[in-house]
């Protein structure tokens, strides 16, 4: 299955340092997760805001892909 990955390089990182060194665009992986409980309530019956910083912006985007599906006809406002 095809996801997309969002993941900020920081050269400063020594993770992200050796990460990139390994993958490139289009390599496969193996990934566990999600962990958490960042979940879509239904039913959707009123505005939806988020509020989202650095990397917070990515299991909203996942959220808005999700009502975007459901064509929902709530408004959605996103601050990042």
Do not use: D, M
């Not at 309530?41 to 975007?68: E, K, M, W």
């Amino acid at each position: 299955k095809l996801i997309n990955l969002h993941i900020y390089y920081n050269e400063n990182s020594y993770f992200l340092s050796k990460l990139f060194e390994h993958i490139k665009k289009s390599s496969a992986l193996q990934l566990e997760g999600p962990f958490g409980n960042c979940v879509l309530r239904q039913p959707l019956t009123s505005s939806i805001f988020f509020i989202a910083g650095g990397y917070g912006i990515v299991p909203f985007h996942a959220l808005i892909q999700q009502i975007l599906k459901l064509n929902a006809n709530q408004k959605i406002f996103l601050y990042w």
